[in-house]
């Protein structure tokens, strides 16, 4: 049985959890790891007993011959970095989400990935939540009828939380594509995440080419949850990360289906060798990633057009930066914070203009 040469860019919490799903299946080793942070490094290195340690991250690239290669910073690293890795030609990269951070990127990453012949994948991981499947085969085998609303609500910005949301309508709904979006953003404080501007509030209601249309709101509503619910002709079916709830002419009332103990991380890496051994496509291959983006920056650019969007979205830089850049969204209360200011660990992590 072969044994796949792993790297991690980027030694902090998410790497924690693929370390996690590696462990789950004895094809990988994972050999090496980049951070330029030293304690980050190091901290992480000692708890799983990796030596080969590097603080630039190309430098791992060449010197390490990796079959796969996991992208685990800030979204703004993450073109960057996946395109680093995909010219030194691993077998596959396993980017975090966001898959990056506008359109432009995103085809740079595909494009570079298809030259180079390499597997790239987006780290939404909850398509292996079994719960996630189950509602997914449920709804194509016809539990609810065709579907036709779909809730979600989230927080964060769009492109933290709410792309797992989008992602999860279009999973569980057989990955329909998107076909128009009509958005709007509210950005009075200047909200930043993981170093990326962030409206305070949103709303984006997406047109799927099933017929489905969809709802995401973004700090707008006290229930925030990876999950939704999905109203179909015949039927109701409420999803979180531990259980559906489904309701239809057959059940008569609430039948509840549970987590069947699959772990998602493990399945996402086990998927990742089979699909590197030819024998499936992963399920979060880079196409999907790359869709959770496009509405995003579609529910961004309905709010610069005041218009709907058709799909696909021709702007490659993020619609949010150029509003705030041209002064279209003012701040009413000034001075920049990162909801996420906790995760920096000190002077190398500071974000880039500040
Ligand atoms: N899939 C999920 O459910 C999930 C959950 C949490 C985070 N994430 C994603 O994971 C990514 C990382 O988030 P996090 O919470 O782990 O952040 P983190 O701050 O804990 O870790 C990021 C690490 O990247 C390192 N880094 C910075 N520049 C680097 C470089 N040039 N080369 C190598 N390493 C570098 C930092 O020093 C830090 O240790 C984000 O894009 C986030 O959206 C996904």
Redesign the pocket.
Known sequence: MSTYRVGI???????QLHMHGYAGDDRFEVVAL????AE?LNVFGDRYEIANRYTD?REMLDQEALDVVNV????K??APMTIAACARKPKAVLC???MATNMGECDEMMTVAHRNKVKLAI?H?RRFNPVWTDARNLIAAGAIGAPKHVMTSGSQGLL?DCS?LLDFTRYVMGDPNAVWVLGNIERKTDRYE?DMRIEDRSAGIVGYDNGAVGVLLQEMVPQRRQGGTVYGEDGIMDIDEQRVRLLNSRTGTWEERPHTGEDASIGQARELADWIEGRVEHRGEASHGRAAVEIIMAIYESARMHEVVQMPVRTRISPIDVMVEMGDLPVERPGRYDIRAF?L?GEQ?RPEGS
């Open positions: 860019i980027g030694c902090g919490s998410i790497a980049s951070d330029p942070v980050a991250a685990c910073t800030w979204h690293l993450h975090e989400k966001p780290a991981q933290n797992h993981r995760l660990r992590m």
